[in-house]
């Protein structure tokens, strides 16, 4: 007797459950399709139920962004995006699964003539609703594409190769060029003692008796000032190159720490690179700050020791230089 009331017990609870589910799916197709009823409605006249049908359409989008959320997985595309990302992707879903339901809805009801949410059109939006809410499931979970590729990242290192070498070269070249101006100025101080006055409180009386340098020696003094002069022009060209290098490694790491697993892996070499190009360009800098101070005491010497010459040189070259300041 007892086994037979656990029996009826069952069934009971498995037809009640039936109904339930049957009453609920009911209910929201029937929200879901109101705006399709909606337009029905106005198009065939029926204005008695049109209240009713605005009510329920009131409550279509927020019920279908909200079967979208329930599909979105934690650790999915739209839930690990930012959070004003996040519910603009499951709204903009919403609106897009809202709107194939009831286009569908409304050509059905158009056909038979029939206004409401009768068993084929609630059958026919509920499979398609469910297999675009499989499919939006499906989507959410799968990887998503590499933010940089392998081979960019490869292209990218050796570019940054490259670019490395040219900073190296660059560095040797202004280590070669400190290295005349020093001398040139060695040899200017071997051969003349110290001047007593120099710099902005220069005055050409008030400058002691000092050998006069040759015409040739002259001229090789000037190159020599010009050349340091392109140099320090030429590689910062280089050095403003190199920066914006880094800056793009740096972006492009970020990236590849966001890619998968052989991204993530190549990314410490676009690290290595960004790190050598900057010891480099820092190296590079040092060694322009010691050429420009270099090359500007070698222009005060050229003016203290090459007589009148020297001095017609030095005013010259600080009338351009101010001329270039004025106008930037």
Same mark, same amino acid.
């Given at each position: 007797?007892?086994?037979?009331?656990?029996?009826?017990?069952?069934?009971?609870?498995?037809?009640?459950?039936?109904?339930?589910?049957?009453?609920?799916?009911?209910?929201?197709?029937?929200?879901?399709?109101?705006?399709?009823?909606?337009?029905?409605?106005?198009?065939?006249?029926?204005?008695?139920?049109?209240?009713?049908?605005?009510?329920?359409?009131?409550?279509?989008?927020?019920?279908?962004?909200?079967?979208?959320?329930?599909?979105?997985?934690?650790?999915?595309?739209?839930?690990?995006?930012?959070?004003?990302?996040?519910?603009?992707?499951?709204?903009?879903?919403?609106?897009?699964?809202?709107?194939?339901?009831?286009?569908?809805?409304?050509?059905?009801?158009?056909?038979?003539?029939?206004?409401?949410?009768?068993?084929?059109?609630?059958?026919?939006?509920?499979?398609?609703?469910?297999?675009?809410?499989?499919?939006?499931?499906?989507?959410?979970?799968?990887?998503?594409?590499?933010?940089?590729?392998?081979?960019?990242?490869?292209?990218?290192?050796?570019?940054?190769?490259?670019?490395?070498?040219?900073?190296?070269?660059?560095?040797?070249?202004?280590? /070669?060029?400190?290295? @005349?101006?020093?001398? =040139?100025? &060695? *040899?200017? #101080? $071997?051969?003349?003692?110290?001047?007593?006055?120099?710099?902005?409180?220069?005055?050409?009386?008030?400058?002691?008796?000092?050998?006069?340098?040759?015409?040739?020696?002259?001229?090789?003094?000037?190159?020599?000032?010009?050349?340091?002069?392109?140099?320090?022009?030429?590689?910062?060209?280089?050095?403003?190159?190199?920066?914006?290098?880094?800056?793009?490694?740096?972006?492009?790491?970020?990236?590849?720490?966001?890619?998968?697993?052989?991204?993530?892996?190549?990314?410490?070499?676009?690290?290595?690179?960004?790190?050598?190009?900057?010891?480099?360009?820092?190296?590079?800098?040092?060694?322009?700050?010691?050429?420009?101070?270099?090359?500007?005491?070698?222009?005060?010497?050229?003016?203290?020791?090459?007589?009148?010459?020297?001095? /017609?040189?030095?005013? @010259?070259?600080?009338? =351009?230089? &101010? *001329?270039? #300041? $004025?106008?930037?």
């Amino acid at each position: 007797m007892s086994d037979s009331t656990k029996g009826y017990g069952g069934c009971a609870l498995a037809l009640f459950a039936t109904c339930l589910g049957m009453s609920l799916y009911s209910f929201l197709i029937t929200i879901l399709l109101a705006p399709a009823m909606v337009a029905r409605t106005v198009v065939a006249g029926s204005t008695d139920v049109l209240p009713q049908w605005l009510a329920f359409a009131a409550l279509s989008l927020p019920l279908a962004t909200g079967l979208v959320r329930l599909v979105l997985s934690k650790n999915g595309r739209v839930r690990t995006a930012p959070q004003a990302t996040r519910w603009a992707w499951a709204f903009n879903l919403g609106a897009a699964l809202l709107g194939v339901l009831n286009a569908l809805a409304f050509v059905i009801s158009s056909a038979t003539g029939r206004i409401g949410a009768d068993l084929d059109i609630a059958f026919t939006s509920g499979v398609l609703g469910g297999v675009m809410l499989l499919a939006i499931f499906v989507w959410d979970r799968r990887p998503r594409p590499d933010p940089i590729t392998p081979a960019e990242i490869r292209y990218t290192v050796e570019q940054v190769d490259r670019t490395l070498h040219q900073v190296r070269a660059a560095n040797d070249q202004v280590h /070669r060029q400190v290295l @005349q101006v020093q001398q =040139r100025l &060695a *040899e200017i #101080r $071997a051969s003349a003692p110290p001047a007593q006055a120099t710099g902005s409180g220069w005055n050409p009386e008030a400058v002691p008796v000092r050998p006069v340098q040759s015409q040739v020696q002259l001229r090789l003094l000037q190159l020599c000032h010009f050349e340091s002069f392109r140099c320090a022009d030429s590689v910062h060209v280089v050095y403003q190159s190199a920066r914006v290098s880094m800056n793009t490694l740096s972006h492009m790491e970020q990236r590849a720490l966001r890619g998968r697993a052989e991204s993530r892996e190549l990314a410490g070499h676009l690290a290595w690179g960004r790190n050598r190009l900057s010891a480099e360009v820092d190296v590079g800098l040092r060694r322009v700050q010691s050429l420009n101070a270099d090359t500007h005491e070698l222009k005060h010497e050229i003016r203290d020791t090459c007589g009148a010459p020297g001095q /017609r040189w030095f005013t @010259q070259l600080e009338a =351009r230089t &101010a *001329e270039r #300041r $004025a106008f930037g």
